[in-house]
């Protein structure tokens, strides 16, 4: 996709989202982790070829930075058709877990039981 089309002519991200310049959900987090759903839902219309090309790649799961990155587009825009994707039942989304803060005490034992050998 790279911002041009298969012609070479520039394709301008504004027209990829129709316009939006936000997603109609906050689902997104550059961490967040996207998988095509298999199969494909038969109902609903048919995708435009960038959504296409976002489904190929998320046929295994991949995270909205990295998906961004091989798109070669702004993650703002790939967030708004990631959203119009969800919102069709073609894709889901697994948010990142949150990250507990460890124990001090636990990792002090561990430390100095590491010291000892």
Not at 14 to 29: E, I, M, Q
Not at 75 to 88: F, Q
Not at 97 to 115: A, F, I, N
């Amino acid at each position: 996709m790279g911002g041009t089309d298969r012609s070479g002519r520039l394709v301008r991200p504004f027209t990829l989202t129709g316009g939006r310049t936000r997603p109609s959900r906050a689902d997104f987090t550059l961490i967040t982790t996207v998988t095509t759903v298999d199969p494909q839902p038969e109902t609903g219309a048919r995708p435009q070829p960038e959504h296409l090309r976002i489904l190929r790649l998320c046929e295994r799961p991949m995270a909205v930075a990295e998906l961004s990155a091989r798109l070669d587009l702004p993650v703002s825009v790939v967030a708004i058709m990631l959203s119009d994707l969800l919102e069709a039942g073609r894709i889901t989304v697994r948010a990142p877990r949150s990250v507990t803060t460890p124990d001090t005490d636990l990792l002090q034992k561990v430390r100095e039981g590491l010291g000892r050998l």
